[in-house]
């Protein structure tokens, strides 16, 4: 398992039936989680002192119960790679994100995908030590509030940065600014990501690295249906032929449990290593639960970088 664990202003403090603890910077929130089966004893004072609450409804869906919570703040992010490297691409090699609770349980951020943004921050930033002149672009596709679009370009990439919400761009457009990034080379684009892939292959753009994140279910700027069992594999398929001949790396995220690294694995492989050659791995990421030796699972990823 990949462990995000180079956190210090996120921990989950506890899981409990159907619920997760988690302490975002100052804010202590109980948030619900479909893997926590178990019902363990509500010991850590967190449960008792939190700063909002979200209730799942029976019926889908739910709604916040706040106890103190502004309407937003932010946490930071430290980039291994960058960190006592001088680099002044981002402010004291950290990451800035906005918070603010919304839209079923979410706060803005997975702070899982950070084990991914070690990963492939590494991978460029050798990439720019080793090469003499031209650029690292890579391509991050249902791009969300921008985690990886940031730490990508922190480590010296040039990014394409692609959702179909408005807001959500608008938002990573933020979260670059308090990052020491609102000068970084990011394009920003609102647009459906199918017809975003398929107009770059008419135009022949290639990239270096390429991310998505793919929901598993959603609608583009024009009403555009997007299910992810029924869309993936035509998707990589047609994503990997925008990968360039001296590709670093292509990441693939799945909260979707059909989706499991095996399958995802599978798939890849048959795309992009059946062509390229290079190497999968596949795997769950996961969050350390403070105080115990235990992992939270959130998801998984599939990883594949040349050779």
Not at 64 to 69: A, H, I, K, T, Y
Not at 153 to 159: D, F, I, R, T
Not at 258 to 270: D, I, R, S
Request: hydrophobic share 35%; charged share 20%; aromatic share 12%.
């Amino acid at each position: 398992m990949w462990i995000a664990n180079n956190w210090k202003d996120y921990e989950v403090l506890d899981t409990s039936a159907g619920e997760k603890l988690e302490r975002w910077g100052n804010y202590i929130l109980v948030r619900p989680d479909p893997q926590v089966l178990w019902d363990t004893p509500r010991d850590h004072k967190g449960w008792r002192q939190k700063n909002g609450h979200y209730h799942r409804s029976a019926k889908g869906g739910g709604e916040w119960e706040f106890f103190d919570l502004p309407n937003e703040w932010s946490i930071s992010y430290p980039l291994p790679c960058l960190l006592g490297s001088g680099s002044k691409t981002a402010s004291k090699e950290h990451l800035t994100f906005h918070l603010k609770p919304f839209n079923f349980k979410h706060t803005g951020l997975f702070p899982e995908q950070a084990a991914n943004w070690d990963w492939f921050s590494q991978l460029i930033q050798s990439a720019k030590r080793s090469r003499a002149d031209g650029p690292i672009k890579v391509l991050n596709l249902f791009a969300y509030t921008g985690g990886a679009t940031l730490a990508a370009a922190a480590a010296g990439a040039q990014v394409t940065h692609v959702d179909a919400s408005k807001g959500m761009v608008g938002w990573a457009r933020e979260n670059a600014v308090s990052s020491g990034l609102g000068d970084a080379p990011i394009r920003w684009l609102v647009d459906d990501c199918v017809k975003f892939v398929e107009r770059e292959i008419r135009r022949g753009n290639k990239y270096n690295g390429i991310i998505m994140d793919p929901p598993s279910y959603g609608r583009g700027p024009k009403g555009e249906i997007w299910k992810i069992e029924e869309s993936i594999w035509p998707f990589l398929q047609l994503t990997s032929q925008l990968l360039s001949k001296d590709a670093l790396f292509f990441l693939i995220n799945s909260y979707t449990t059909g989706l499991q690294p095996a399958v995802l694995t599978y798939m890849t492989h048959k795309t992009l290593t059946a062509s390229l050659g290079g190497r999968v791995e596949a795997d769950e990421i996961g969050l350390p639960v403070t105080g115990t030796d235990l992992i939270l699972p959130c998801g998984a990823s599939c990883r594949w970088t040349a050779n």
